[in-house]
């Protein structure tokens, strides 16, 4: 069967860093492109950073500088580095895996929980 497991979330202040790893498992890791997510109450869940199967990133404008997406394949695992974690930060993260050719064949994760608060 296949899981997307997050860890790493949890309460921190403001300026404070995180990191959160997903680990995957029953899918060709290698060929997806992986993402993070975050959805925050009563709001669209949004796209926070993205790497390739060839490890191109890309980030979404509010987390450029911060945060910093990175795999490895041999772990079957993606990272998210969060650093100067704000407030507007608090949000559930989803970690997504991307299989490109079919949707068939993409899968999310349950979420952790991420607050910044002092």
């Known amino acids: 069967q296949v899981q997307l497991v997050e860890s790493g979330g949890g309460l921190v202040q403001p300026g404070g860093s995180l990191r959160l790893s997903c680990v995957a498992s029953?899918?060709?890791?290698?060929?997806?492109?992986m993402n993070w997510y975050r959805q925050a109450p009563g709001k669209l869940r949004e796209l926070v950073a993205g790497i390739t199967h060839t490890g191109s990133t890309n980030y979404a404008d509010s987390v450029k500088g911060r945060f910093t997406i990175f795999r490895d394949n041999a772990k079957k695992t993606v990272y998210l580095q969060m650093n100067s974690l704000r407030p507007e930060d608090t949000a559930v993260y989803y970690c997504n895996a991307d299989h490109r050719a079919s949707s068939r064949y993409d899968y999310w994760g349950q979420g952790t929980q991420v607050t910044v608060s002092s």
């Open positions: 029953g899918i060709i890791f290698s060929i997806y492109n």
